[in-house]
């Protein structure tokens, strides 16, 4: 088995011909969809983007809580320190 069979999988021309007819089926059910190749590059990049958009929506949303918490927490830490300190 050369390196390129082990490679691809398969023979070359299996391969190959392998490739031809999913493309032709992908063609042809994207032409049945009116989908151009230019709409999934679009599609993809707009899954990303809202990926984007959702992770730093969730991180001010963390950071909000955080500080909220911690309007709370801190002075009352500082509170019980102070009180144990004089002892």
Same mark, same amino acid.
């Given at each position: 088995?050369?390196?390129?069979?082990?490679?691809?999988?398969?023979?070359?021309?299996?391969?190959?011909?392998?490739?031809?007819?999913?493309?032709?089926?992908?063609?042809?059910?994207?032409?049945?969809?009116?989908?151009?190749?230019?709409?999934?590059?679009?599609? %993809?990049?707009? &899954?990303? #983007?809202?990926?984007?958009?959702?992770?730093? +929506?969730? $991180?001010?949303?963390? %950071?909000?809580? &955080?500080? #909220?918490?911690?309007?709370?927490?801190?002075? +009352?830490? $500082?509170?019980?320190?102070?009180?144990?300190?004089?002892?």
């Amino acid at each position: 088995m050369s390196a390129l069979t082990r490679f691809l999988g398969d023979t070359p021309g299996r391969v190959l011909l392998k490739l031809v007819v999913v493309s032709f089926i992908a063609g042809l059910v994207m032409s049945a969809f009116g989908w151009s190749p230019m709409d999934v590059v679009y599609g %993809i990049r707009d &899954f990303f #983007l809202r990926i984007w958009n959702m992770g730093f +929506a969730a $991180l001010d949303t963390f %950071i909000g809580y &955080f500080l #909220l918490g911690a309007a709370v927490v801190v002075p +009352a830490f $500082l509170i019980l320190r102070l009180m144990s300190y004089r002892r």
